[in-house]
C-alpha cells in the first residue's frame, strides 16, 4: 500500500511536503565534494588508489632485483635511491602502495558493513534483540586487534595480508555499531518512520529507505576511521617485523632501513620517501573526515567568516570556532545610565503589571 503526499499531510501535517525532495536538498548532495578538505583528501586518495593498482605494472625495476648501486643517493636512474642491496626503492614504494590500500579497503569494509548489520538492527529492534546484540557488541569492544594479530600470525606461517585485514575488520566493528544504535534508536521515533510503519512498509524497508540515508555521514565518517587505522596498523606491524616479509609494504620498507642502520649510514633517502608516503595518506584520510564533520555539523560551515548572510536577507555576526550568534547586526543600543549600587534610576523603572492596570 502506498499513500499519495496528501494523504501523509492528513495524517501527519507537514510530511506531504516532505515527501517531494526540492531543489535546495538536491544541492546539498554535492555540499560535500565542494568542501575544500574533502575534495584535497578525495584528490590525494586517489592517486594512492590509482599507484595501488598500476604501480607493479609501472615500476621501473623489480622490487627485489639486487645490483651494485648500493646505497645511492637518489638520480635520474633511481628516483628515490637505493638499498643496501642495490635494490630500487621507488619500485618498493609503487609496489607496496597495492599492500597497504586492500589491507585498508578490506578491513574498512568489512567493520562498515557488520556495525551497520549489527548497530542498526540493535537500534531499530529494541528489546531482547537490542540487548542480544549489545552484549556481542561489548564483548568485541574488549578485544585488541594487534594482540591477536600478533598471536594469530605467530601460529600461521606465512600469514598474509588477507588475515591481518580479516582480523582488523572482525575487531573494529563494535564502536561503529554502538554509535549506529544510538543514532537509529533517535531516528526510529521520528514522524517520517512513523508514516512509514503506519502505511505498513515493511522493517527492511523502512531501514533501508528511511533509517540508513540519515546515518549516511556516520557510516561514511567510521569506514574512514577503520581505514586509517588498519593501515597504520598494518604499516606497524611489518616495521616490527611480525607480518610477512615476502610482501613489500611501506612498512617492510622502514623495517630493513631500520635493521640496517640507515639513519646511522647516512641513507636519509631509503626511509624518507616512505615516511612521507605514509604521512600523505594519513592526510588525504583525515580530511576526508574533517570534510565529513563540516558537512555534517553547521557550525563548521563557516569557512572563518565573521558575517554570514542568510535566506531572508539578514547579515548574522559568527563567532568562529562558536555557536553562531543569530541576532541580527544593527547598531549598539546606549545603555541605561546606573546609580552606584548598580540599579537604574527610579524614572526609568516600570512599575509592575497590576499597578500599571490600577492606574489606568
Known amino acids: 500500500m502506498t499513500l499519495s503526499p496528501s494523504s501523509i499531510e492528513q495524517v501527519i501535517p507537514g510530511q506531504g511536503a516532505m515527501a517531494q525532495p526540492s531543489a535546495r536538498a538536491r544541492r546539498r ?4 565534494v565542494a568542501n575544500a578538505k574533502a575534495a584535497t583528501g578525495l584528490a590525494v586518495l586517489g592517486v594512492y588508489v590509482l599507484l595501488a593498482v598500476i604501480g607493479p605494472w609501472i615500476a ?5 632485483a ?18 643496501h642491496l642495490g635494490q630500487d626503492i621507488f619500485s618498493q614504494i609503487l609496489v607496496g602502495a597495492r599492500s597497504v590500500m586492500v589491507v585498508g579497503l578490506i578491513a574498512g569494509v568489512l567493520a562498515t558493513i557488520l556495525s551497520i548489520l549489527i548497530g542498526v538492527t540493535s537500534g531499530y529492534l529494541g528489546g531482547a534483540a537490542d540487548e542480544g546484540l549489545s552484549a556481542v557488541s561489548n564483548v568485541f569492544l574488549v578485544i585488541p586487534a594487534l594482540p591477536l594479530i600478533i598471536i594469530v600470525t605467530s601460529l600461521v606461517d606465512q600469514a598474509g595480508d588477507m588475515l591481518v585485514a580479516l582480523i582488523i575488520g572482525l575487531t573494529s566493528w563494535a564502536w561503529g555499531a554502538r554509535v549506529l544504535r544510538a543514532q537509529t534508536l533517535s531516528l526510529r ?11 505498513g512498509e515493511r522493517a527492511w524497508r523502512i531501514i533501508g529507505f528511511e533509517i540508513l540515508p540519515n546515518l ?9 576511521g577503520t581505514v586509517i587505522f588498519a593501515v597504520m596498523s598494518e604499516i606497524t606491524l611489518a616495521f616490527i617485523g611480525i607480518s610477512s616479509m615476502t610482501s613489500w609494504n611501506w612498512g617492510t620498507i622502514l623495517f630493513w632501513a631500520q635493521g640496517q642502520q640507515a639513519l646511522a649510514q647516512g641513507a636519509w633517502w631509503w626511509f624518507v620517501p616512505a615516511g612521507l608516503a605514509i604521512a600523505l595518506l594519513g592526510t588525504a584520510l583525515a580530511l576526508i573526515n574533517f570534510g565529513i564533520d563540516e558537512f555534517v555539523s ?15 536577507g539578514r547579515v548574522v555576526a559568527m563567532r568562529v570556532g562558536f555557536t553562531p550568534v543569530l541576532a541580527p547586526v544593527t547598531a549598539s543600543v546606549p545603555m541605561q545610565p546606573r546609580d552606584a549600587d ?16 490600577k492606574r489606568a
Open 66 to 83: 639486487r645490483s651494485a648501486d648500493v646505497l645511492q643517493a637518489p638520480s635520474a636512474r633511481h628516483w628515490f635511491g637505493t638499498t
Open 189 to 199: 521515533r521520528r514522524d517520517y518512520v512513523e508514516a512509514a510503519r503506519a502505511t
Open 216 to 224: 549516511t555521514a556516520i557510516i561514511a565518517s567510521g569506514f574512514v
Open 298 to 312: 553547521p557550525r563548521l560551515r563557516t569557512g572563518g567568516r565573521t558575517r554570514i548572510r542568510t535566506a531572508d
Open 342 to 357: 548598580g540599579r537604574p534610576p527610579a524614572d526609568t523603572v516600570r512599575p509592575p503589571a497590576d499597578e500599571r492596570g
Open 29 to 32: 548532495r554535492f555540499r560535500f
Open 60 to 64: 621501473p625495476y623489480d622490487p627485489d
